[in-house]
């Protein structure tokens, strides 16, 4: 029988990685079985595996969620695909379009690398309705950064933000998320100011088109500045905590800020103030849904975005790209396989 060679974790630590065979499973029903290409990582694949984040994990636990691959066979109610297309997975299963499956009590939580099963693994055997095909014009590795972290950029900003040309954009940080939101906002005429106390890091998202680049501290008087007064018509809050404070204060009145990332901490801290008099909406970001996705890859293709990818690593090397994920890329880390 073949098996299938995958990362995987008998328990919740940060030492407690390793390679084991599995099974592979052949597809029934509406299941493709996909050979694995690329996986992209996230610093989510680091929280799961380190902390559980609450989540019902089923051991040994494959991580990550993110895959370019190429469809090896298809059950015999598969519609969408056939040998040897390529594909990339959703973040969400199931999430087709609108809102999340989940309730007020129990909300959407459902995802690759998570609830289900990752995707670190040779071959994945999953519902068709849990991959959509992939970019022609990005090699695997390219496309394998969008389920997640192109996705929750072009969520924020086109599916929920409706960025249009001279729309004012903040984004913090120069991570995956936050180069996908500088490439996406440029693509559609904003003008965009990245955030970062790295001044090389800052040198070098000019050079993706960004108009400004600021540090760190006291941003938020800066942005004010820079925009005579306006503000920001979106701002990406990438860290939570105290510092939403600082986004409401640089948001335009009206304007919106998309809560993407915790970096400083769970709860969000704000004077009440900015948000009773400008009227901001404040919006979660969970990734988005598989018609997203779809919009985002048209949209790869006809205007021939290029993801920022850091480095690439090889399978066996993926204790060394988790510890880069620690040190803050430049982008996106990639494992090949």
Known sequence: MLKAKQWSVDNIGPTKLMVREAAI??????????????????YRDKLVMETGMGLPLQFPFVPASDLAGVVEAVGPDVTRFRPGDRVITTFLP???????????RHPPHKTLGGYYPGVLSDYV???????VHAPETLDAGEASTLPCAGLTAWFALIELGKLKAGD??????????????????????AEVIITSAN????A?????????????????????????????????????????????????????????GVMDGFDLSAPVQSLLLKSPTVQGISVGHRRALEDLVRAVDRTGLKPVIDRRYTFGELPQALHHLDRGPFGKIVIEF
Do not use: C
């Open 25 to 42: 499973v052949e597809p029934t029903g509406d299941n493709v079985l996909v050979r694995t290409q690329a996986v992209s990582l996230n």
């Open 94 to 104: 199931g999430r087709i379009n609108g809102p999340g499956l989940g309730d007020a």
């Open 125 to 131: 055997t999953f519902s068709e309705d849990w991959f």
């Open 168 to 189: 004012k954009v903040v984004i913090q940080g120069t991570g995956g998320v936050a180069l996908f939101g500088l490439q996406i906002a440029k693509m559609h005429g």
């Open 199 to 202: 001044p090389e890091k800052l």
């Open 204 to 260: 070098r998202v000019r050079e993706l088109g960004a108009d400004h680049g600021i540090g760190r501290a006291n941003w938020a008087e800066r942005v004010l500045q820079l925009t005579e007064d306006y503000g920001a018509d979106h701002i990406f809050e990438m860290a939570a905590g105290a510092n939403f404070g600082e986004s409401l204060k640089a948001v335009a009145v009206s304007g919106r800020i998309s809560v993407i």
